[in-house]
Structures are given as C-alpha cells and as structure tokens.
C-alpha cells in the first residue's frame, strides 16, 4: 500500500498570494503524490495486487475564502485518483482519495499562522479531528478498496455530495448517493450563506476600522 499524504497549506487572499506560492502548492501537493505512485504503480499492476492512497482534503471537495492557491492543488488530486481508477481496477489495483477535515497536525498549526481572519472563522464552524481518527479511517477504507474516504457526518455529506462521476465500491453506495443529495444540498445552500455571511461581516468590520483609523 503507498499513501500520498505528503502535503502543505498556505492560506490567503488571491491578491496577496504570490504566484510562485501557487507554484510551490501545486508542487509539493499534487507532483508529491504523482511521481511516489509513477515508482510503484507498474509493479503493483504485474503483481495484480496493491492499493494507493491519494490524501486530498474538504477544501478539495469546495472552495473556500483563502484558499485560491491550495484548494486547486487538492481538486487536482481527485481528477488524477479517478483517472488512475480506470486504468488500473482491472489488475486488482485499487486507489483511495480521502478528504480529510481539519486535523490537528504540526501542519494545521502552521497554516493557521497565515489564515486571514474570514478563513479562521469559516473553518472554526466545524471540530478539528485527531490525528489518530483521520489515519485509521483512511487505513480502513483503503483495506476495504473504497475509492472515497470522508471523516465524519461533514465529510459523509460532502462525499455525497460532489461525488459527481466518482467511482462507487457498491450498488448500496450508490444508491445512497441518488437519494440524499437533495437533501445534502438544501443543507449545504445554508452553510454557504453562512460562510458568505462570515465574509461580508469581516468586509464591514475591516471597512468600518478603516474609516476610524482615518477619522482618528
């Protein structure tokens, strides 16, 4: 089994981000999982037998405020694990991309250090995982050669709902799929209200200290 999990974040507004650090996360988290699964993937396939991990994140599964350079390196991560579903399911190879939330990692604190203010409180709408539950999950699934790996009832809906032309591990998953989206959608139109809710009141607050600062 080779898990991809070699990642980094740097958060900002788009504007603010210079273009070599969209560069430098394209790199490290889409590259870094590109040329470990190129080393091993045509032994896997004589062999007919291996399972590959891609660790992508929620914030590749939607967009968020901040994210313009990671977010793209973390959807490109499921276009690649679908691609190489195809190719190599017939040798009983199978792939795995988790969407881990955020987890509570040496990485998670660093990226914190650079979140602007509308990033930090849209993610604080939900709990941060450990560690040890996110790697047993995604441990679990790969076992079991489920293509999606989601952490939680979150990470449930939002596999349901962007599962798109996804691969299914059961007719059940499916299905499953088919008759929650409706509902999985009208919950996830109040959570986007929410977090443009959250933009537009740091976009006052930032207006309104600026006025001040000018008046003072």
Not at 76 to 84: D, F, K, S, V
Not at 85 to 91: G, T
């Amino acid at each position: 089994m080779l898990v991809n999990c070699a990642g980094m974040s740097l958060a900002g507004k788009f504007e603010d981000l210079e273009v070599s650090t969209f560069e430098r996360l394209m790199s490290v988290n889409y590259l870094g999982s590109v040329y470990p699964s190129r080393a091993v993937i045509t032994t896997m396939k004589e062999r007919r037998v291996g399972r590959v991990v891609f660790v992508s994140s929620q914030a590749g599964q939607l967009g968020l405020f901040g994210f313009t350079a990671y977010s793209p390196s973390k959807f490109a991560i499921r276009g690649l694990a679908e691609a190489l579903q195809m190719e190599v399911k017939p040798y009983n190879v199978y792939v795995t991309v988790a969407y881990p939330p955020d987890t509570d990692t040496p990485g998670f604190a660093e990226e914190n250090k650079t979140k602007p203010l509308e990033t930090r409180l849209i993610s604080e709408t939900t709990s941060v995982c450990k560690p040890e539950q996110v790697a047993k999950q995604i441990v679990k699934d790969a076992i079991q050669g489920n293509f999606n790996s989601s952490i939680g009832s979150d990470g449930y809906m939002l596999s349901s709902l962007t599962c798109g032309m996804a691969p299914v591990t059961s007719i059940t998953e499916g299905l499953q799929q088919v008759v929650t989206m409706g509902l999985f959608r009208t919950i996830a139109l109040f959570y986007l209200g929410s977090f443009d809710s959250i933009v537009r009141r740091c976009m006052m607050q930032r207006a309104k200290s600026e006025i001040a600062d000018k008046t003072a």
